[in-house]
């Protein structure tokens, strides 16, 4: 292919709006240009990449049977209606009505379509397991649409359902999506892990995602580095750390003591002084995070109904909160911090505490007799403070903590569980050996198992050997692909430009004519562009005429080709052309009638490197 006829249009400065690595050197290098918010144009170089990476998730589905078919991306809003879903996928789902009135949403996935698809086909256990996919323009009307191809609000996914007749079926087909992903991007070449990520609330289902390592990933992982336990910090079990002994257990000592207009957690310890402390140590002091849940009570006419219940979160000071893990025991369907937390409990932040004090909202709710109604807040306390003593906690009162904090002793009926963000070096409580190391990823795919929400709620039923119906289990399982092709970038790239991982290349070999202008220079790169091509590479010929020989490296360094190849004047002279490799910068000189050899060489190299860094 001819460079001076691609529709390539580089730039040498940065897009101002432009904000990670991958977003910067697409839009540098002419591949993406944006048209809206969140909306990109995907130009020629692009989609080549685009197309190989879906061409190598295809042929990895197609080792396992899964049958390739295109869903609509404008879907009626009965479908919606039907899963339940319609009311609560937010403001994400983006929704319109056509001429007649008839309310209809872009796609942002397709459970519901192709379980219309599947209970008005599918009759027979003997048809099953099935899984159908998808390549296809999804649209989410993202709040902060960012990053690029990373974040659009309209971009590629590939989206695979699989349909089963129980419960260890469905396993079978989990197992060999998540086997068919690692096979996906261990071919892409990039470096990435999968990892156990949180599935919500929804009970027997279960989830793994898989994560490009990069700086800039938006998600933390922490992965043991004596087992195989990796996963979303979201959802990372946190080991129960053993209380320290904190001397012979005291009574409670309320408001013991005062550290006026000192909010902040550690300059707080230390001025918690009597006549036996001279401050305390982190480990000793307690914080809470009052918290609102929204739990569900039943469903009607009008969907879902629930209650707003209140939740202290009980830590030890130097620990951190994660959120997620109160969602899930609650089974809330929303959390949030108490927007009036000072109005709620009578104290300033910084002072909140988990013991009420007499005449707040807090005392009312704690004393309120009908328990029943469940109004009562929730006190959940995280597993290390189980057994601890001699705790400080908030007062409730400003500028107050109380001493001798117990919370077993002095919350009754509180649970004690896992409540803690887990951190880098934490013990791994999944072997007992190992500690965990913290990683940044993208997340580039994810493996589902849903169970029968669609199915029941949907009707999508099949019957058995025995003549019965039953809802069929399901899977879903997606794969972001141009994030995917933005993820490759944010590991592979230099100063100077992209560095692309071959299997995603755009082009593999950039042959550079450094002097279009000499006939003899024009007609050895016409040859090589030729005999590259015969032999199977992928080529992209850098005719232009009128440019410097440092202004097409330049582009060429951008651009990021696995491979450069350059003739010259000056090299002709001495009977020699050029091939750079552009991760290790190494250049080699050889007779023109070497260059197919050369380059199957240097190919034959860099995948077999690739195949050695893949991910695990
Ligand atoms: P995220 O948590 O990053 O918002 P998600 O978990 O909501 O993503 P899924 O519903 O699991 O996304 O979609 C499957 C895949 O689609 C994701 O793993 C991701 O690679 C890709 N994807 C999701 N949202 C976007 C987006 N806004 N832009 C580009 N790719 C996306
Ligand atoms: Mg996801």
């Known amino acids: ?130 899984n159908l996919f998808q390549i296809q323009t999804k649209f989410r009307d993202e709040i902060r649409p960012r990053f690029g191809l990373m974040r659009g609000r309209e971009f ?22 998540y086997d ?8 892409l070449g990039v470096k990435f892990r999968s990892v156990e990520a949180d599935s919500g609330a929804i009970g027997g289902s279960f989830t793994h995602e898989f994560h490009v390592l990069a700086g800039s990933g938006e998600d933390g992982i922490l992965s043991c580095d004596a087992c195989a336990y990796t996963s979303n910090i979201e959802k990372t079990e946190a080991p129960r750390i053993p209380a320290e002994d904190h001397g012979v257990s005291v009574p409670l000592s309320p408001c013991h003591f005062s550290t006026p207009g000192v909010t902040a957690m550690e300059e707080q310890a230390k001025g918690f002084k ?23 009570t039943h469903t009607d006419e009008a969907g879902l109904a629930t209650r707003k219940v209140a939740v202290a ?16 025991f609650l089974g809330a369907a929303e959390l949030a911090p108490m927007a009036d937390g000072e109005d709620f409990t009578g104290a300033a932040a910084g002072f909140l505490g988990p013991l009420p004090k007499e005449g707040t909202r807090h005392w009312a709710l704690h004393h309120a ?37 117990d919370p077993a002793r002095d919350l009754p009926g509180a649970t004690f569980l896992d409540l803690r963000l887990a951190q880098e070096g934490d013990l791994c409580p999944r072997c007992g050996k190992g500690h965990y190391e913290a990683f940044r990823g993208i ?22 050997e025995h003549g019965k119906e039953n809802p069929m289990v399901m899977g879903c399982y997606g794969i972001g692909i141009t994030r995917t092709v933005a993820a490759a970038i944010e590991q592979n790239y230099d100063a100077d430009g992209i560095i692309w991982p071959w299997p995603i290349a755009p082009y593999q070999v950039h042959l550079l004519d450094l002097d279009p202008a000499n006939p003899q220079v024009r007609e050895v790169a016409e040859a090589l562009e030729r005999d590259l091509e015969a032999a199977g590479f992928e080529v992209l010929h850098d005719d232009r005429e009128g440019m410097s020989p440092g202004a097409k490296f330049k582009d060429a360094d951008l651009l990021g080709f696995p491979l450069r190849a350059m003739v010259g004047s000056k090299g002709l002279k001495d009977g020699v052309v050029e091939l750079r490799d552009r991760r290790t910068k190494e250049v080699r000189k050889f007779k023109r009638e070497a260059m197919v050899e ?19």
Not at 1 to 7: P, R, Y
Not at 86 to 100: A, I
Not at 180 to 187: D, L
Not at 284 to 289: A, G, I
Request: proline share 3%; glycine share 6%.
């Open 1 to 130: 292919m001819k460079q001076s006829k691609m529709l390539i249009q580089t730039l040498r400065e940065v897009p101002r709006d432009a904000d990670v690595v991958s977003q910067q050197l697409m839009m540098r290098a002419g591949m993406i240009q944006k048209l809206a918010a969140g909306i990109y144009d995907y130009l020629p170089l692009a989609l080549k990449s685009i197309r190989k990476f879906e061409q190598i998730v295809r042929e990895e589905l197609a080792k396992d049977g899964c049958q390739e078919l295109l869903m609509p991306n404008v879907q009626p809003a009965e479908l919606w209606q039907e899963s339940g879903r319609w009311t609560f996928y937010g403001k994400e789902l983006l929704r319109f009505k056509d001429r007649k009135d008839a309310e209809f949403c872009m796609g942002p996935t397709h459970e519901e379509v192709i379980t219309d698809i599947v209970r008005k086909n599918v009759r027979s256990y003997k048809q099953l397991p099935m």
């Open 156 to 177: 590629i996914m590939k989206d695979a359902y699989s349909f089963h007749v129980d419960d260890a079926d469905a396993d079978l087909g989990y197992r060999a999506m």
């Open 180 to 187: 068919a992903y690692t096979r996906i991007f261990s071919r």
């Open 274 to 296: 009597d006549a036996d402390h001279d401050g305390l140590p982190l480990h000793q002091t307690s914080k809470v995070y009052w918290l609102e849940a929204e739990l569900a």
């Open 313 to 328: 979160a009980i830590l030890r000071g130097d620990h951190e909160l994660n959120p997620i893990k109160v969602k899930n």
């Open 369 to 405: 007799a009908n328990v029943a109604t469940g109004d009562n807040p929730v006190y959940l306390v995280d597993r290390s403070l189980e057994g601890a003593t001699n705790l400080t906690c908030g007062a409730n009162v400003t500028d107050r903590h109380h001493f001798g904090f």
């Open 443 to 464: 997340e580039v795919g994810q493996v589902f198992k849903l169970g029968t929400k669609y199915s029941k709620s949907m009707g999508c039923t099949y019957v058995d």
């Open 598 to 616: 050369e380059v199957t060489q240097a190919r034959d190299r860099i995948l077999k490197e690739l195949e050695a860094q893949g991910g695990r």
